[in-house]
């Protein structure tokens, strides 16, 4: 089983820049698929951006494509995400996970992470 600890969350105005970490520990990144979700108040999880471990194939969902960037360090094993460009909407509690396959669907990841809060004032 692997854990995984976020932080670099916070409050920024809009327009600004965070840069959130996701480190694994008890189990490497190796063969993983990790993703960041974020989940709204009110609203339901969903996916921002997944890496693949293995070839760094990135993915993004639409709202975040050419303000987020997804990427990973192997020797730290630790997976980041930063964002720039925030906007109000991009406020929620951010969350990493992986899982063995590439899934848009929080459902279907099986290790997850504590959440780290991300507020953008506008």
């Known amino acids: 089983q692997v854990q995984l600890v976020e932080s670099g969350g916070g409050l920024v105005q809009a327009g600004g820049s965070l840069r959130l970490s996701c480190a694994a520990s008890?189990?490497?990144?190796?063969?993983?698929?990790t993703a960041w979700f974020r989940q709204a108040p009110g609203k339901e999880r969903e996916f921002v951006a997944a890496?693949?471990?293995?070839?760094?194939?990135?993915y993004y969902t639409d709202s975040v494509k050419g303000r987020f960037t997804i990427s990973r360090d192997n020797a730290k094993n630790t997976v980041y995400l930063q964002m720039n460009s925030l906007k109000s909407e991009d406020t929620a509690v951010y969350y990493c996970?992986?899982?063995?396959?590439?899934?848009?669907?929080?459902?279907?990841?099986?290790?997850w992470g504590q959440g780290t809060q991300v507020t953008v004032s506008s």
């Open positions: 008890g189990r490497t990144f190796s063969n993983y698929y």
């Open positions: 996970a992986v899982d063995r396959a590439p899934s848009p669907r929080p459902q279907d990841f099986g290790s």
């Open positions: 890496i693949s471990w293995h070839d760094s194939r990135t």
